[in-house]
């Protein structure tokens, strides 16, 4: 047994761990505001906003731990940030210089997991603003299969003044996760562009509106503290 460390203390601080996010809501730093997106069954309109994140997508790719060995609701992991501390992140390291099958268990099951986030304009809702929809990797998939088309490949089907709206249809499924119906979401381009607004200057307006999803999920991370209070 190779352990180069004790792989019960490391337990004992998962569980330390666990269950503390009560103290997330007394955070008083996160000021900026998000508007959340979650389509229902049925059509929907949709038109994908110019932007694009530190790794240059056009979605924002944000890493949680989504663990219940952690607590019972996901949280930010805060390695994807500069100068954020990240216990977690250091639990992980530890875990993968053992060799036991025990420890690569748990470093597997405490891997963090990939979210992505679309600001978008609804169609029928242009008053509500930008919004954000949270998208999982398959649907990325899906969007990206369509940016990458050679019908599209030469086109920025998010441009503001020549991109297109997409049709988002949403059927439901017999199947459940977590006690959840789950929902069967399939996008489709509209044959024609489209501007994004009646003017450029509010398609403009609500281009600048996008918020700065960087600081909004930077400010959801937890520092040892938080985790150990």
Known sequence: NNMSYNLDAIKAKINQ?????????????????????????????????????????????????????????????GCQFEGTTDPVFNLLTELKKDKSKEAWTLWRNLQPKERYYAPIIVRGEEDKGVQLWELNSKLVKDIYSVLAHPDYKDENLMDPENGYDFTVTVSPTDKTFAGNPVKDIKLQPRRKPSPLAKSADVSEKIVAAIPNLEAYFKAQTKSEDELNA
């Open 17 to 77: 761990l666990s269950g503390n996010r009560a103290s997330s809501g007394s955070k008083t730093t996160e000021k900026t505001k998000v508007n959340w997106w979650k389509p229902q069954l049925g059509q929907h309109d949709i038109r994908f906003l110019p932007y694009q994140d530190r790794n240059g997508q056009p979605f924002h790719e944000v890493s949680y731990y989504d663990s219940r060995l952690l607590s019972e609701r996901r949280f930010v992991a």
